[in-house]
């Protein structure tokens, strides 16, 4: 096994690492907080906007299992890339879509699928290549979020089926367990 990471920036957390969690070669989902310019950063503190950072995953992941590529194809097609420091009722730069590569690689692939991605939205994307930064992890109760609390949440639940049903239809050959509902 090749291991590998993938940071990334689609809104909300919670949202992100539920659609990636299920995901074969996927090994591990990380909620955390990247881009920004304090040093350990609070949730608080993120939801303020002041701190520059976005609420991020970071995807360890099987290059021999899935590559980079899908992960990104996967991403484009689970958010809404066109908005500018938002996703949906989530408002402010620490929502915005950016990728943060780990290489040269990774940033040009990044490059390469923000094209592609481009030909299924009529709208310019507006994602972001952003350096990679300190990675700050969320605090405990962020982590595996849709899995525990996140399915008695109102937001959660008006949020993250309609991403997972996206995952689903697009993607089913890529995931780990095709009959889950979430």
């Not at 709208?123 to 525990?148: C, F, K, M, N």
Request: include cysteine; charged fraction near 25%; aromatic fraction near 10%.
């Amino acid at each position: 096994m090749a291991t590998q990471q993938a940071t990334l920036a689609g809104g909300c957390f919670w949202c992100t690492e539920a659609v990636f969690s299920d995901v074969i070669g996927v090994t591990a989902v990380d909620s955390g907080y990247t881009g920004g310019h304090i040093a350990e950063p609070s949730y608080k503190q993120v939801c303020g906007g002041d701190t520059g950072h976005a609420e991020a995953i970071r995807i360890t992941y099987d290059d021999e299992a899935i590559s980079y590529d899908e992960l990104l194809d996967i991403f484009f097609a689970t958010h809404d890339p066109t908005q500018l420091n938002r996703q949906g009722n989530d408002v402010g730069t620490q929502y915005r879509s950016a990728i943060f590569p780990h290489s040269p690689e990774q940033e040009e692939a990044a490059r390469r699928a923000i094209q592609r991605a481009q030909a299924d939205w009529p709208d310019p994307i507006v994602t972001r290549i952003e350096p990679l930064s300190d990675w700050w992890p969320a605090e405990d109760y962020h982590q595996d979020y849709w899995e525990g609390e996140g399915q008695r949440n109102p937001y959660c639940l008006a949020t993250i089926p309609p991403k997972l049903q996206k995952l689903r239809k697009s993607f089913a050959a890529r995931l780990k367990n095709q009959t889950a509902e979430g």
